[in-house]
């Protein structure tokens, strides 16, 4: 199917967690390379289960999926797929979560993972044309010893991690919590971000940025809620990384038509558009491009700043942007 031009346009994508591009068919076929039985019948019945009430609904669905991601080539054949997705829909840069924490629960090591992975990003920018980076998140709805064990574990990868992320369910798992994890991350020369304000009031987003000391917002969606907040995050040109499909399917807004993009533009704030769990949320970034210009009447020109945004928002230094770019 060929895409829209405004679709694909090029593009860094900067949310994307790679567990959420795991689709159907490929949840499938690593399941029967594993030995493993997901409870679904077959693709049609599992997507049939993508209809989600909030956050916490698709996660009970994303984690259980990821029983099927067991080998370094299980990992590095689900980033290769991501990453061919990807070039197909303008994107020349991507910086990619992960859930190490997931996997290592289900006895999955950290070497697996981050080898797997970085199999697939070493040989994408010859396959695929896009530049990568890895950022590992920590789960926010487990312990700060949890993460602290997990920044540990991932001490051997570092230089293959750019850094930390926080995700999983916001609310009641506030920023501070992870306020030592962060502080040690930093001291690593790891870059910060998190998720915040995505169903979490602007309080969330608050604590990311003061407590946290994030760069760039993962979300933020929520801040339009406080004048100061947006003063702030304006003064000081802190990006978003909006995922207008998934707040829809997630159903933090009811439809595309009421998602705040374009105030946020007009307030100033740098924003830019992402997929998220484009296996899970019905589109990959050029498709969200293309929705956000046809549901909220973004016009081109504005477009083309979604796309300079996210190459400056991105963690390239100015010479890797020009290339990228
Ligand atoms: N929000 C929080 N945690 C997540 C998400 C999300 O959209 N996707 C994967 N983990
Ligand atoms: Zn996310």
Redo the contacts with the bound molecule.
């Keep these: 199917m060929s895409l829209a031009p405004l679709a694909r346009i090029p593009k860094a994508e900067l949310h994307l ?1 790679i ?2 591009t795991l689709e159907p068919e490929l949840a499938f076929e690593l399941a029967a390379r594993n030995g493993v039985t997901l409870p679904y019948a077959d693709t049609e019945a599992l997507r049939q289960a993508y209809l989600f009430d909030d ?1 916490q609904s ?2 009970d669905l ?1 984690y259980a999926l990821m029983a099927v991601l067991l080998t370094e080539d299980d990992f590095a054949d689900l980033a290769d797929a991501y990453l061919a997705r990807a070039a197909e829909q303008g994107v020349r840069h991507a910086e990619i979560f992960f ?1 190490p924490q997931a996997h290592m629960a289900r006895g999955v090591g950290m070497g697996t993972v981050v080898e797997g992975l970085t199999r697939a990003l070493a040989r994408s920018e010859e396959r695929h044309g896009i530049s990568t980076k890895l950022i590992m998140c920590f789960l926010r709805d487990q312990s700060a010893e949890s993460a602290m064990e997990t920044l540990r574990a991932a001490e051997p990868y570092l230089d293959r991690i750019v850094g930390v992320g926080l ?2 369910a ?1 609310v009641g798992n506030p920023a501070s919590k992870f306020r030592e994890v962060y502080a040690a991350a930093g001291e690593l020369g790891l870059r910060k971000v998190a ?1 915040a304000g ?1 169903e979490g009031d602007p309080s969330y987003v608050w604590e990311a940025l003061d407590v946290l000391g994030v760069e760039r917002v993962d979300h933020g969606l929520r801040s339009m809620e406080d004048p100061k907040l947006v003063e702030r995050l304006v003064r000081d040109r802190v990006p978003l990384t909006l ?1 207008p499909l ?1 707040n829809v399917r ?1 159903r933090t807004i009811d439809v595309l038509e009421d998602h705040p993009l374009r105030a946020m533009m007009d307030a100033g704030l740098l924003c830019t558009v992402n997929s ?2 484009p296996a899970y949320f019905g589109g990959y970034v050029g498709d969200t491009f293309h929705a956000v210009h046809e549901a909220l009447g973004i016009d081109p020109e504005r477009v083309r700043q979604l796309a300079r945004n996210s190459f400056e928002a991105s963690f390239l230094d100015g010479s890797e942007e020009d290339e990228a770019r």
């Design positions: 967690h567990e959420g956050l698709f996660l994303y859930d995700d999983s916001e998720h995505e995922c998934s997630l998220d769990d």
